[in-house]
């Protein structure tokens, strides 16, 4: 009796830890030059759902994910993608970035791993002030 409320307890455990799990719907990559020019390849897919004999695009009522590597030259600038979206962006490398957009001018030492949460409501325009490229991972949540 034991193992099999056991296994139960398993079972509907690892059913709730599948359903919550978000893949990112779209992949790319970026690269921005000082002048502020960019250069993205993207990967993205779409889902369908096929009825009787017509294929329909399905839209997702949950949020999607883009995930976006962004590889700034020096003096390079990283505006948001979307205006109005949570973005959270990942250090991949070490540098230093100059958030130009707040009254005072601030500074943020980035390492590998950082992480850094964008707010919707306070904008941004971050731009590479370091002396090599930097490599960011932009996680965007669209609802």
């Known amino acids: 009796m034991r193992y099999v409320s056991a296994f139960c307890l398993f079972v509907l455990l690892s059913g709730l ?3 919550a799990q978000v893949l990112p719907a779209s992949n790319g ?3 921005v030059t000082a002048s502020g020019l960019e250069s993205c390849d993207w990967m993205s897919g779409v889902r369908r759902r096929r009825t009787s004999a017509k294929t329909h695009l399905v839209e997702d009522e949950r949020a999607v994910l883009f ?5 700034l030259a020096p003096g390079a600038p990283l505006n948001p993608p ?4 949570e973005v959270l962006l990942v250090g991949m ?8 957009k707040k009254a005072t001018q601030s500074h943020i030492n980035v390492f590998d791993g950082l992480v850094m949460l964008m707010p919707k409501k306070k904008p941004y325009l971050l731009r590479n002030i ?3 490229s930097l490599t960011l991972l932009l996680i965007e949540v669209r609802n």
């Open 130 to 132: 370091g002396k090599q």
């Open 67 to 71: 995930v976006t590597r962004y590889i």
């Open 29 to 31: 990559s970026c690269s």
């Open 17 to 19: 830890a599948a359903v």
């Open 93 to 100: 490398g070490d540098g230093e970035l100059l958030n130009e």
């Open 82 to 85: 979307i205006e109005g979206t």
